[in-house]
């Protein structure tokens, strides 16, 4: 497949960060969608890349077609904390 469509649940968000993100207390995928609204996803990191990270889809969070810009946040234990490069990724209709 190389579309995304809404709901999809067999889908791994992966992105790299680019920087070293081993010792973050926390990192996310923060997102923005078509119509505006944010949020975030809890992400989790790959163990045998420091600069990975990843979210896997439960099936409700695509719940919008069109431009969703995605970017990785960490939040270090020294409270420092790191926005990534946004991704626009297209989400179509099922069906299209």
């Not at 992966?14 to 949020?39: E, N």
Request: glycine share 8%.
């Amino acid at each position: 497949m190389n579309k995304v469509y809404v709901n999809q649940s067999a889908l791994r968000i992966q992105m790299d960060t680019l920087q070293d993100v081993s010792d973050a207390g926390t990192v996310q995928i923060k997102y923005i969608k078509p119509d505006g609204t944010t949020g975030t996803w809890a992400a989790s990191k790959i163990s045998d890349e420091n600069t990975k990270i990843y979210y896997d889809l439960t099936g409700t969070e695509l719940d919008q077609a069109g431009i969703w810009i995605l970017y990785a946040y960490a939040t270090f234990s020294d409270l420092r904390s790191a926005p990534g490069e946004p991704y626009r990724m297209r989400v179509y209709a099922e069906g299209s």
